[in-house]
């Protein structure tokens, strides 16, 4: 069972950034695709990024150019870089691992979910 674990959320101002990272622990992140989704008050979680085991990346249209999604090995993290960020990034971000291996988007190929942290841009 992989458990995981979101951390780096906080308050940024509009233009600002912030990394969130995604710690696991009863799994190795590299075997597996990795993604972010994201949850803003009243709205659907949507996706945001995922990076797979190959080290391919992809990302939603509304961020890209903006985040970097990343993995760090050594210490099985995986991180999500947040830059030029705007009002509308305001969510829980949730950090989500699948079973195998391949690049998805959709929430329900996603088997292991960190509880979110909560990022909040002021403008």
């Known amino acids: 069972q992989v458990q995981v674990a979101e951390s780096g959320g906080g308050l940024v101002q509009a233009g600002g950034s912030l990394r969130l990272s995604c710690a696991a622990s009863?799994?190795?992140?590299?075997?597996?695709?990795v993604g972010w989704f994201r949850q803003a008050p009243g709205k659907e979680r949507e996706f945001v990024t995922a990076i797979g085991r190959s080290g391919a990346t992809t990302y939603a249209d509304s961020v890209k150019g903006r985040f970097t999604i990343s993995r760090e090995n050594a210490k099985n993290t995986v991180y999500l870089q947040m830059n030029s960020l705007k009002s509308d990034d305001t969510a829980v971000y949730y950090c989500?691992?699948?079973?195998?291996?391949?690049?998805?988007?959709?929430?329900?190929?996603?088997?292991?979910w960190g509880q979110g942290t909560q990022v909040t841009v002021s403008s």
């Open positions: 009863g799994g190795t992140l590299s075997s597996y695709a």
């Open positions: 989500a691992v699948r079973s195998y291996g391949g690049l998805r988007t959709q929430e329900y190929e996603y088997a292991y």
